[in-house]
């Protein structure tokens, strides 16, 4: 790559070969696309399978997209059938490695067959179209064999992230209404056990509605078993057939519900259909990771989150892509895990997290020094906003000063990458997903509704509807409006604020509503609060993020106890595993102050802004006259000081 005043270009031979070559390539397919819309999405949507033609691209009543209305599909023939009955039937699909080392590679044709195979072990369950199927597994190839298996059957699968604890399934599956559970005897994870069929059990301690839960054997160790209920994967799978025929479900068919964090303590189940949403994780798999026949491709998200549905299961299978699947942790057994697979596959393009980048900074440069690299040809990130010097190290250290990198900016509610690089031609200042993708036209809003000036701070939107926008959030339309549609007659509004520079880059800032991004995960502050709120000793608790080195944000608790109940670092320390039991560990404080008082408005509200600025800076300033005591807020900063 060359590079000037900190802007990165691809390489004249990298350029040649990608799909998009050239800015000017970009500039004129991202103008047609978004004056017409439809007929960019139109035409790649024609690339997958269709058992029968749309008769209308898009009926867009604000809020209310129906894309390729009138069209026919199965979701897996475009990721599975087409592959095995054609050219790609004996090319690997998945190179599995497990935490353990143990390795697997299966084919195109092995997927389909394990796909129509459980499918069919699905359905003698009695899983139906439109039922729900709460997903709880490792990060093995059969959590996307089930997940595809409900796609095939049009049943709606709701995957929970393994480190999700019972609670947390337990909120699922009563707002999902699932009566059926796939999941394990456990993963690996950091060389122990996670006890997954033990959380399910506590999960449905007290669920009546649960008429099968299926579990996959991969650790081995005694599980209990309830007869009548549960049932061993390998057992069902060994009596049924591995024929299925794919029938055709519409394309506006719900494929899955997605629960991610919002500003209340609920969190919201996101809805995504399937002929949209299909053409627009393949499209951007396409352009942006232009992926190709011969590559090795390894995202190493957890298809707990939306980049596993989108960038492990539906894009890349569509693609017919091979990609490697890992189990476990990058640390496992040391920070080269991932560097060695790398060299091991030959993997081509990479995938992570800011997150995970500066992780491995912080482990050394040894690490993968000591790897062959050179597979590489581009790498991804994702999931918060990557800083300059993190992308400078991925860019020398782990892409050999040759890759591009394609900093992705997208949500679980956008289905898909909404503003990125594409690898072949955009200029990249490091820091910034830099431009909308094709059909995307993405904004940055005062509050009256005006595009801000150059380098000025604004909300981000979304002008127009694009396929894979999610429709609704599951049970609650309301809030799907008010959380997205409000702000701005008929805008998607994403819940982040951005600039743009004077080039057009968008640069992320952050989330403006009371979520965190904790690892690149997102997490509402509203959700901790109840959490903590749930634990007999506390009275009253605010949380906040503050910066953190590795994580991006940590978690800072503030907790006002009970009568009775005294300041305690073994309370301390309660609490803290008390979210982490009632979230998952994700969600533990990274500290937890004991407060005597909260700051709160005369009419009563916690200030947050106030706490995260005491955090961030040690001290608070602006404007302070809402606060009713400001005693309180000395208080604070004096314990903060010595702590
Ligand atoms: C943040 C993950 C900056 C953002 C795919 C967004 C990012 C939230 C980026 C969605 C990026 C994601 N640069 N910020 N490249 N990618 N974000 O739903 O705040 O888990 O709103 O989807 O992550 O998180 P979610």
């Known amino acids: 790559m060359s590079k000037s005043s900190d802007v990165y270009k691809p390489s004249n031979e990298f350029s040649k ?69 054609g050219d790609r039937k004996n090319k690997a699909a998945i190179i599995f490695e497990g935490e353990p080392g143990d390795r697997r590679t299966i084919t195109y044709a092995q997927l389909h067959k394990e796909v129509c195979q459980f499918a069919n072990v699905l359905s003698k369950q009695g899983v139906k179209s439109k039922d729900r199927v709460l997903i709880y597994m490792p990060m093995i190839p059969e959590a996307a064999v089930a997940m595809l298996a409900c796609a095939r059957l049009g049943a709606v699968h709701s ?38 069929k033990d ?57 899955f519900i997605l629960y991610t964090s919002g500003s209340t303590g609920k969190p919201k189940g996101i809805l995504h259909t ?42 890349p299978l569509a ?55 050179s597979s590489l040809r581009l790498l991804g990130s994702v999931g918060e906003p990557i800083n300059p010097e993190a992308w400078r190290w991925y860019h020398e250290k782990i892409g050999g000063g040759r890759c591009p990198i394609v900093d992705t900016w997208w949500q679980t509610e956008t289905g898909a990458i909404m503003i990125s690089p594409l690898p072949g031609a955009t200029p990249t200042p490091p820091g910034t997903a830099t431009l909308p993708f094709f059909g995307i036209d993405a904004a ?36 799907f409006k008010k959380t997205y549609w409000s702000d701005y007659d008929g805008l998607y509004t994403a819940g982040d604020s951005a600039r743009r520079d004077k080039a057009g880059n968008f640069w992320i800032i952050g989330r403006l509503d009371d979520v965190l991004n904790v690892s690149g995960h997102r997490l509402g502050t509203a959700e901790v609060e109840s959490a903590l709120v749930a634990h007999k000793a506390v009275a009253e608790a605010a949380v906040v993020g503050r910066p953190d080195d590795l994580k991006g944000q940590a978690v800072v608790a503030f907790v006002t106890l009970k009568a009775g109940f005294d300041e305690s670092e073994k309370l301390q320390k309660e609490l803290r595993d008390h ?62 000081a010595k702590s």
């Open 17 to 85: 070969a990608a799909r998009i070559s050239s800015m000017s390539q970009y500039k004129r397919m991202w103008q047609e696309s978004v004056e017409q819309p439809e007929k960019f999405w139109a035409a790649e949507a024609k690339e997958l399978a269709w058992q029968q033609p749309w008769k209308k691209v898009l009926e867009w009543n604000a809020p209310d997209a129906k894309w390729f209305v009138g069209g026919k599909l199965n979701i897996t023939e475009s990721c599975l059938d087409r592959h095995a009955t």
């Open 159 to 196: 995957v929970v992230f393994g480190g999700f604890s019972a609670e947390s399934i337990a909120d699922r599956l009563e707002d999902s209404g699932a009566k059926h559970i796939i999941t394990a005897d456990g993963g690996w994870r950091r060389g122990k056990v996670v006890p997954l």
């Open 199 to 255: 959380n399910i059990d506590e999960a449905i301690q007290r669920n009546k509605a649960i008429e099968s839960v299926i579990v996959y054997q991969r650790t081995g160790q005694k599980v209990a078993m309830k007869k009548g209920r549960d049932f061993w994967w390998h057992e069902l799978a060994a009596d049924a057939s591995t024929k299925h025929e794919a029938k055709a479900f519409d394309s506006e068919h719900p494929l």
């Open 274 to 315: 399937t002929g949209g949403y299909l053409t627009g994780t393949y499209a951007t798999c396409k352009y942006i990771f232009d992926m190709r026949d011969d590559d090795i491709y390894w995202c190493t998200a957890d298809v707990g989150w939306i980049t596993g549905h989108s960038y492990i299961v539906y894009g």
């Open 319 to 373: 693609m017919g892509v091979t990609q490697v699947i890992y189990e476990g942790a990058p640390n496992f057994p040391d920070f080269g895990r991932f560097w060695k697979m790398i060299e091991d596959h030959g993997v081509t393009i990479f995938y992570t997290a800011p997150t995970a980048i500066r992780a491995f900074i912080k482990a050394g440069d040894h690490f993968p020094e000591k790897h062959d690299l």
């Open 444 to 479: 940055v809003l005062d509050d009256s509704g005006k595009e801000v000036k150059p380098d000025e701070q604004g909300r981000l939107v979304i002008r127009k509807p694009w396929p894979s926008m999610t429709r609704t959030i599951w049970g609650d339309k309301a809030r």
């Open 579 to 640: 979210v982490g039991k009632v979230i998952g560990a994700i969600a533990k404080p990274d500290d937890l102050h004991f407060a005597p008082a909260l700051p709160k408005t005369r009419s009563g509200k916690i200030i947050r802004r106030l706490l995260k600025e005491l955090v961030t800076t040690g001290s608070v300033s602006g404007n302070l006259t809402t606060l009713e005591d400001f005693s309180v807020i000395e208080n604070l900063q004096q314990r903060l």
